[in-house]
């Protein structure tokens, strides 16, 4: 990650969301290895930052194995609620016309 990013920017932060962000619908269900190989993260920073997020309940443990929870749905939902139905037809109206 780039040193340039000012004084506002916290890396733990970026570090956080990078772990969210491996999961995926090809990837659902991840080990602390696979985490760090995806996020770039050290094996050690993946494990604390999924331990956190544990603790957070955005993530679920079961035995080496993480997944997200549905608490993670909190994090989008608040934007999308602030968002206008047309705001949110928009892209699937393009995607019909298109």
Known sequence: MS???????TRSVARG???LGCFSE???V???STVAAESGLTRATARRILHTL???GFVAADGDHFRLTPRVLSIGH???SSLALPELAHPWMDRLVG
């Open 17 to 19: 969301l990078s772990v």
């Open 3 to 9: 040193t340039d990013l000012g004084l506002e920017y």
């Open 78 to 80: 608040s934007y999308l």
């Open 54 to 56: 544990v603790q957070l």
């Open 26 to 28: 090809r990837r659902p």
């Open 30 to 32: 991840m080990t602390i």
